[in-house]
Antibody
Framework: EVQLVESGGDLVQPGGSLRLSCSSSGFIFAEYWMTWVRQAPGQGLEWVANVKGDGSEKNYVDSVKGRFTISRDNAKNSLFLQMNSLRVDDTAVYYC??????????????WGQGALVTVS | SYVLTQPPSVSVAPGKTARIICEGN??????VHWYQQKPGQAPVLVIY???DRPLEIPERFSGSNSGSTATLTISRVEAGDEADYYC????????????FGTGTKVTVL
């Protein structure tokens, strides 16, 4: 069974930094793209960033470019999101998810329970 | 950037059919994925690649995609289907990123 568990969510002041972690099990972590998706309170889903299985490719939504860094440690089956220069509008629940790619498109079949980041 | 538009809400009586649309420029040329999210829970993938269904998802859920509109159809709606639903695509035309729709709240009357 695939399991994804986020940690590191916290209350942080504007301009501060935070590092989220996502621990995985139940699948061959290094073979999968991984992604972060966030959801502000009462709002919809917003994709944040993804990283290829070997870490060689990364993509970011414009609003976090230059501030957030996605990374992974395949030896530890873990995904990370380093968030710097945090803003009030970064407040959200952050989910990690697996990405399954085929036919030139990716879907998210497995999700963690989410980690709450509050910037205030 | 690529935009996916969904109606904010859809209401349906138990046993009837709910149709949730997702509109985007030439969305028929992309693969569309759909997620169900219940309050306080993580999203769940219910349809992928326009019309494929994960094994654990009931056959009542189906999808289609053509032209500028993708559609998620829920047949024989049950109270447990009440949730928010989001469409999602990968946009490789303007930028390399995933895009979610605005979301639709399905209310079972």
């Amino acid at each position: 069974e695939v399991q994804l568990v986020e940690s590191g969510g916290d209350l942080v002041q504007p301009g501060g930094s935070l590092r989220l972690s996502c621990s995985s099990s139940g699948f061959i972590f290094a073979e999968y793209w991984m992604t972060w998706v966030r959801q502000a309170p009462g709002q919809g889903l917003e994709w944040v960033a993804n990283v290829k299985g070997d870490g060689s490719e990364k993509n970011y939504v414009d609003s976090v470019k230059g501030r957030f860094t996605i990374s992974r440690d395949n030896a530890k089956n873990s995904l990370f999101l380093q968030m710097n220069s945090l803003r009030v509008d970064d407040t959200a629940v952050y989910y990690c998810a697996t990405e399954k790619w085929a036919l030139g498109s990716g879907s998210f079949p497995n999700w963690g329970q989410g980690a709450l980041v509050t910037v205030s | 950037s690529y935009v996916l538009t969904q109606p904010p809400s859809v209401s349906v009586a138990p046993g009837k059919t709910a149709r949730i649309i997702c509109e985007g420029n030439n969305i028929g040329g992309k693969s569309v994925h759909w997620y169900q999210q219940k309050p306080g829970q993580a999203p769940v993938l219910v349809i992928y690649y326009d019309s494929d269904r994960p094994l654990e998802i009931p056959e009542r859920f189906s999808g289609s995609n053509s032209g500028s509109t993708a559609t998620l159809t829920i047949s024989r709606v049950e109270a447990g289907d009440e949730a928010d639903y989001y469409c999602q695509v990968w946009d490789s035309t303007t930028d390399h990123l995933h895009v979610f729709g605005t979301g639709t709240k399905v209310t079972v009357l």
